[in-house]
């Protein structure tokens, strides 16, 4: 296998499995399908898992990193369970969606925006909304998704199952200097 | 029996109800539950999809927190208690992972021994700890007569080994069972909601959730008994969405197993959170269990 992936040296393939714990499987792909087949988001990818795995194995970066797959994908893991190889279709998938964003190559989606708008809150509370419910605090920029939510934003406040804001923890600079120093140490922002 | 308990952001607001009945049957059923001193958000998904090592540093903090004598972690949301455990097996096997993450948390003046403590689901305490006989003895109001369809979800199930099919999870089932529900056993109770993608795709979520109203009302089932506060939103919060949206008639209470058990377990119904739902459940309850539960 080291061979294998001595081969791969600077490709794509290679950088996904350095950044994906359990990645150096992807090579043993079989292309049966059983992922594919049990995805509930893959009627509205572009495409299926077993269809990105192959252009992984391509190095076919470009058109990965852009694909919507990664934005359709709910993270059910049935994928995962079910791949006959043991590949971390899941994990894989969060990769991508790390090297996406990093790299602005999405197209289309409010997925990392929303990522985006969550941990904020984290960095700054400690705690966060409720993300199912992410647009009553998008209450200003998005005001359409509020009304949107119509009877049902209301009734979650009345019946105090949402907020305005997080509750702050104690040592929020605590937690901050630890968030602080995993960027540093992974190279972002 | 004594654990720390991880309550997660969505326990305190979104998902009270469950929070609630957690500690009043956790307190009947002998199960001490230590809350962990400050501890903050897991980060859900939305971390592990834009940084890994500082989606394992957040959540590593609170398995620091953890006090020196206690060497089990509760939490009763899936995706807490995925991220805790996940966490936590991901320092075990790439120790120098591990060891970039105790060094996040050395900036905080922490420290996290992979290892050092077991993450569970509250289901599985119940289920796995507490046992059959223990709960049995307590039931003094069984639910006799009332369908219940156990809803599990993704992410307690597949991701980790819990000691349960991943496929087609029988521990809820179970649990149901010895509170004297009727089971009802119908095929996507291990399917997924959507999660967060209400947020953002509404169609494609809103097919999700639609697919598990529908085919839990062609069981017959009374109610939706599930174990994660982002399922009861996507089913019950979103519920008259999915209706509008597609025309259909769904009307079906969707609660936490612990609201199920406290109510078994004779607790009053306002202790356990009931009132919270925005599809009632109280309606469907007393015409099944006959008369007043208050
Ligand atoms: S299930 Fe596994 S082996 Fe089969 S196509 Fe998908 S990734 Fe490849
Ligand atoms: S984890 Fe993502 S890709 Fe895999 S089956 Fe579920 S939705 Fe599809
Ligand atoms: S998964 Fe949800 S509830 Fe759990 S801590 Fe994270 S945000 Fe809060
Ligand atoms: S069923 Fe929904 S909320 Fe529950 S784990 Fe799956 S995606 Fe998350």
């Known amino acids: ?172 600079e605590q937690l901050q200097a630890i968030i602080n120093k995993a960027k540093e140490l992974s190279g972002s922002k | 029996m004594k654990f720390a308990y991880y309550p997660g952001c969505s326990l305190e607001r979104n998902a009270a109800a469950y929070d609630h009945s957690v500690r009043e049957v956790s307190d009947l059923l002998g199960i001490k539950l230590q809350e962990i001193d400050d501890w903050n958000c897991c980060g859900a998904t939305e971390y592990f999809s834009q940084n890994e090592l500082a989606a394992c540093a957040v959540i590593a903090r609170n398995l620091a927190l953890v006090e020196p004598q206690t060497d089990q972690i509760v939490a009763p949301c899936a995706a807490c208690y995925l991220n805790l455990a996940k966490t936590d097996k991901l320092m075990v096997d790439h120790p120098e992972f591990g060891k970039e993450v105790n060094q996040c948390l050395a900036a905080g003046g922490l420290k996290y021994e992979p290892g050092r403590v077991t993450v569970r689901h509250m289901l599985d305490v119940i289920v796995d ?98 174990m994660c506060p982002m399922c009861q939103l996507n089913l019950d919060g979103y519920q008259s969405r999915v209706n509008g949206f597609f025309g259909t008639e769904f009307k079906l209470p969707i609660m936490y197993f612990t609201q199920m058990l406290g109510i078994a377990f004779g607790i009053d119904p306002q202790k356990l959170g009931f009132g919270k739902e925005l599809v009632t459940a109280m309606p469907v309850l007393e015409a099944k269990l006959g008369g007043q539960l208050v």
């Open chain 1, 1 to 172: 296998m080291a061979a294998h992936i001595a081969e791969k040296k600077g490709t794509f393939l290679e950088e996904v499995i350095e950044a994906t714990p359990g990645g150096e499987r992807l090579v043993h792909c079989l292309q049966c399908g059983s992922c594919g087949g049990s995805c509930p988001s893959g009627a509205d990818m572009q495409y299926t898992p077993r269809t990105l795995i192959a252009m992984i194995n391509a190095n076919d970066r470009d058109a990965v990193l852009a694909a919507n797959t990664m934005w359709a994908c709910v993270s059910c893991y049935f994928c995962t369970s079910r791949c006959p190889q043991d590949i971390p279709i899941t994990d894989i998938i969060y990769t991508l969606k790390r090297l996406s964003i990093a790299e602005k190559r999405y197209r289309d989606t409010d997925a990392p925006a929303l990522a985006k708008t969550f941990t904020d809150f984290v960095d700054r509370y400690g705690r966060s909304f409720e993300f199912g419910l992410a647009t009553g605090y998008h209450l200003l920029k998005r005001p359409i998704s509020m009304m949107k939510m119509g009877p049902m934003g209301l009734q979650m406040f009345t019946r105090g199952r949402m907020a305005l804001r997080p509750t702050k923890i104690r040592q929020i």
């Open chain 2, 129 to 226: 700890d507490v046992g059959e006989t223990a709960v049995r003895d307590k039931v003094v109001r069984p639910l006799a007569g009332l369908r219940v369809a156990p809803y599990y979800g993704c992410q307690v199930v597949r991701p980790i080994d819990n000691n349960d099919n991943p496929e087609y999870p029988m521990k809820m089932d179970h649990l149901l069972s010895w509170l004297g529900a009727e089971v009802v056993d119908y095929p996507v109770k291990a399917h997924c909601c959507g999660g967060h993608l209400t947020q953002i795709s509404e169609p494609q979520a809103f097919e999700l959730i639609r697919r598990l109203l529908q085919n839990a009302q062609d069981y017959n089932t009374d109610m939706i008994i599930c």
